[in-house]
């Protein structure tokens, strides 16, 4: 038998790990002495170390170890155990991709641009929108939309966030907008004006601190965005105003917004 430096040495791990397997019940002493407590190991015990250690090394728990080798496991077990463990280092790996993409782009812009575009991929929150949709020659014209809205809604609309979604009709001549306010829940209202809800998908997410008239360049820098980072819009815009003026200003510097794009992997 070996004493437990012996066996540190021979196995190529620290004292102390071989310790801490022993008070985690992976790996115990073939021999405790009574007297001074100290641990002594067989080479036969090796085999298992050495699995524990690959197994530790591939990223399973040590929960997990300890549960395959007491209750013994198949070859086909095994590598069923190695698939999942794989499908989740591959899902890492995609993850970090996507970091690394992300810190590269920031880069790339505070070089370019001064400051980087801190865009964020979430879910949204479901919602009821309570709106009217109407083709506008231009984005400042949905304005116009508005008033139908809040004359039903009335006192009630206070309560509400005011949201602009941007439909795209395959007419470039034309620009479809809904113009509305959202809700937790639905609020009954008559046609023209309809409630309906907003579901929860997956957005990109921008928050702009500033006027309406800045917004070109936003969308441009969105977009670029989307392209370098692999998303691709698949929804309809939204601008939901979290801080706005009344009358509405466009040039107005202190307004709010939160720019969405649905969003999917290109």
């Known amino acids: 038998m070996f004493g437990i430096g012996e066996f ?3 196995a190529r791990i620290s004292v102390k790990t071989l310790r801490y397997y022993d008070e985690a019940q992976l790996l115990q002493p073939a021999y405790v002495a009574r007297e001074t407590g100290y641990r002594y ?6 085999p298992r170390l050495n699995r524990i250690l690959i197994l530790k090394e591939l990223g399973f728990s040590l929960e997990q170890i300890a549960s395959a080798l007491q209750q013994g496991v198949t070859q086909q077990e095994l590598q069923g155990m190695l698939r999942l463990r794989r499908a989740e280092q591959q899902t890492k790996v995609e993850q970090e991709s996507s970091r690394l993409a992300a810190i590269e782009l920031m880069i790339e812009q505070i070089a370019r641009e001064g400051t980087p575009l801190e865009v964020v991929i979430k879910e949204s929150a479901p919602a009821w929108v309570v709106s009217v949709r109407g083709i506008v020659q231009s984005y400042p014209e949905i304005g116009r939309l508005y008033p139908e809205v809040y004359g039903q809604l009335g006192a009630r609309a206070m309560q509400g966030t005011p949201i602009a979604i941007w439909h795209d009709n395959g007419n470039q001549a034309d620009i479809q907008a809904e113009a509305g306010v959202l809700f937790a829940e639905p609020v009954p209202v008559s046609s023209p004006v309809e409630c309906h809800p907003l579901p929860a998908v997956r957005v990109a997410s921008f928050v ?3 006027s309406f008239q800045q917004f070109k360049g936003v969308y441009e820098r969105l977009t670029r965005w989307m392209e370098d980072t692999g998303w691709r819009p698949s929804g309809p815009c939204r601008e939901i105003y979290l801080h706005i003026g009344n009358p509405v200003n466009q040039d107005d510097e202190s307004y709010v917004t ?6 999917e992997k290109a």
Do not use: D
């Open 258 to 263: 939160e720019i969405q794009f649905p969003v």
């Open 8 to 10: 540190s040495r021979l």
């Open 208 to 210: 702009h601190h500033g």
């Open 41 to 46: 190991y067989r080479a036969s015990q090796l």
